[in-house]
């Protein structure tokens, strides 16, 4: 069982050109997860995604897309990477019923120079 | 959104009990009170939730006041594998971690 697989684990940029985070999930949950974590910082919500085919934006949503492409997979996208966007990127599932636990990816760390 | 507070950093010594109090007064009715466990370099990790009272699994337990403004994570023995960062999160089960923010958490080192 993999649980929330992320990649790349790792990624240099220079400033301006685009990538793709990819995100799945193996445990069927429908709502998923995409946080950035800056040094020393908490976690932060970029978007998130209730079900299949829907998106809503988090707490930092500017310069990041997403596509929840099926159940399984959601991926985030920096079209134009900047410098402010240096952080470590976390994909999290999240399962509800007797308690709603999330469970995250081991993450990207993403370097815009 | 409910906010929470907690000790930014706490030290202790291998085998003893660890308490982290985390305070939310402005909690909601149906809100849970959740703590999450981070290593260096990882993901967050579950580790209990409750809602009110006592609740205890085979790691930590959690104790609720009756008011709810407050909960403390209780981690028997520690050992220097629990040095982490520990996250106190309030938020509606129900709505998913969307109404739920990360705070800083506070951050266990483990003294042999």
């Known amino acids: 069982n993999a649980g929330v697989t992320q990649t790349p684990k790792f990624q240099v940029l220079k400033t301006g050109q685009s990538m793709t985070l990819q995100c799945a999930q193996d445990?069927?949950?429908?709502?998923m997860y995409w946080y950035r974590q800056d040094p020393g910082m908490g976690l932060r919500l970029i978007y998130y995604s209730a079900s299949e085919g829907t998106t809503d934006k988090g707490e930092v949503p500017n310069g990041y897309n997403v596509s929840r492409l099926n159940k399984r997979e959601f991926s985030l996208r920096l079209e134009s990477a900047a410098p402010s966007q240096t952080s470590v990127y976390f994909c999290?599932?999240?399962?509800?019923?007797?308690?709603?636990?999330?469970?995250f990816g081991q993450g990207t760390r993403l370097t815009v120079v | 959104l409910a906010k929470t507070t907690q000790p930014i950093s706490m030290d202790s010594y291998e085998g003893q009990e660890v308490n982290i109090t985390c305070s939310h007064n402005?909690?909601?009715?149906?809100?849970?009170i959740t703590w999450y466990q981070q290593f260096p370099s990882q993901g967050p990790r579950f580790i209990i939730q409750g809602y009110k009272t006592k609740v205890t699994n085979e790691v930590a337990s959690l104790f609720i006041p009756a008011d709810r403004k407050s909960s403390t994570l209780s981690l028997p023995r520690v050992s220097l594998s629990d040095t982490a960062v520990y996250y106190c999160l309030v938020g509606d089960g129900g709505e998913g971690y969307q109404k739920v923010t990360f705070g800083t958490g506070t951050k266990l080192q483990v003294i042999p």
């Open positions: 402005n909690i909601a009715t149906n809100d849970y």
């Open positions: 999290a599932s999240e399962r509800t019923g007797e308690s709603t636990e999330a469970f």
């Open positions: 445990m069927n949950h429908n709502s």
